[in-house]
């Protein structure tokens, strides 16, 4: 059964005013039919860049995607034309952000942001456009959709804004549905309703949904399976179980012993001491190395280690669970 996306090995540089920024290093990650991934981590540790490079949206330049693939259907989205992506992207790939407005413009009716691309992307008239928009305000559980069709979005809420957004991003029923932070700018309430919606609208429509978040409560409550990510490299790979009942990596079991219930309101990851590297410089092993509570000496700091399997569906990327090298001794694997 292949996955319906499959991030491989991504590489993505940035170039800035100081120097190459290593945001991606080696990243991997796959999203299977009808499945939610979750993909955790702190802010800057390359979630978005993640979601943008599969989008296609990464500002280029400053970044640049230096390697790795992202396959979708088989095809890899790096080599497509921009007219091939964009016929992708708002089609069969849709994303929403953590700002409404970000997707919104703030000029055009409801009515017509949501028809939009239904008439880019489909042959539908308008009249049967606006039949399906309307049906999909509906769905997002928005009262008298007819009416909100001619409004603006200046005169509506931010949960209904949100709500919106779902409604546009979904109305061409989309196979997959990349969520960044879709609740972190909503008030407590509302974040509970949109999160509601969207494993309503996933289990209705069965579509596979890549989604982001910093908070491990709310990435629990909606995913099958999770990517921890760390410093612009993926931790751990596995399902919501594994992570709470058998994590590997050491900054997994910090995010999974650390979180006392599963309390949506937690507004941060747990603290871990110490600070992420600095990805102008990045250390030259193991990026967690630094902050590491297991750290096994040297072998951390002079190999990267790869992305591992360890059990099945899991993978875990730490030389607790490696053998190095020749030159070094074999780690002991450790009991989780
Ligand atoms: Fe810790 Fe070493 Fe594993 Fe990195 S490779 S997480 S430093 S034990
Ligand atoms: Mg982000």
């Known amino acids: 059964n292949e996955p319906l996306l499959s ?11 100081d120097g190459t920024v290593e945001a991606l290093d080696g990243v991997s990650m796959d999203v299977g039919r009808d499945e939610v991934l979750g993909v955790i981590g702190e802010s ?29 259907e088989g095809r890899n989205l790096l080599d497509l034309s921009r007219k091939e992506m964009d016929q992708i992207r708002g089609n069969e ?25 239904l008439l880019t992307h489909t042959d539908q008239s308008e009249a049967e456009a606006r039949e399906r928009a309307v049906e999909m305000l509906d769905a997002c559980g928005l009262a008298d959709p007819a009416r909100l069709m001619e409004q603006y979005p200046s005169e509506l809420s931010g949960g209904m804004r949100q709500r919106i957004v779902i409604a546009m991003a979904l109305v ?8 960044d932070e879709p609740t972190t700018a909503l008030d407590v309430t509302i974040q509970a309703q949109i999160m509601d919606l969207l494993r309503d609208l996933q289990d209705r429509f069965e579509m596979s949904v890549l989604f982001i ?9 909606i995913a099958d399976r999770v990517a921890v990510m760390y410093a612009g490299t993926v931790a751990e790979h596995c399902s919501v179980a594994d992570l709470f009942d058998n ?17 949506t309101t937690t507004e941060r990851l747990p603290t871990i001491e110490g600070v992420v590297p600095d990805l ?14 297991q750290y096994i000496g040297e072998v951390c700091d002079a190999h990267d280690p790869e992305l591992t399997p360890c059990g099945e569906n899991h993978e875990v990327s730490c030389h607790l669970y490696t053998d190095v090298s020749e030159a070094t001794p074999p780690w002991p694997v450790s009991d989780p």
């Open 280 to 293: 102008h410089e990045p250390p030259s092993g193991c990026r967690f190395s630094s902050r590491c509570p």
């Open 44 to 72: 800057g540790c390359g979630k978005s860049v993640t979601a943008l490079s599969t989008m296609g949206l990464l500002q280029s330049p400053p970044a640049e995607i230096v390697g790795g693939t992202i396959e979708y």
């Open 172 to 179: 061409t029923e989309p196979q997959l549905l990349i969520a």
């Open 247 to 263: 994590p590997l990596h050491p900054y997994s079991r910090a995010l999974a012993e650390s979180i006392p219930s599963l309390d």
């Open 213 to 221: 978040s910093h908070d491990l409560g709310v990435v629990s409550d």
């Open 7 to 17: 991030i491989h090995d991504l590489q993505v540089h940035f170039h800035t005013e």
């Open 93 to 117: 790939i849709a994303m929403i952000y953590q700002d409404p407005m970000t997707s919104l413009n703030p000029v055009l009716t409801v009515g017509s942001q949501l028809t939009e691309p």
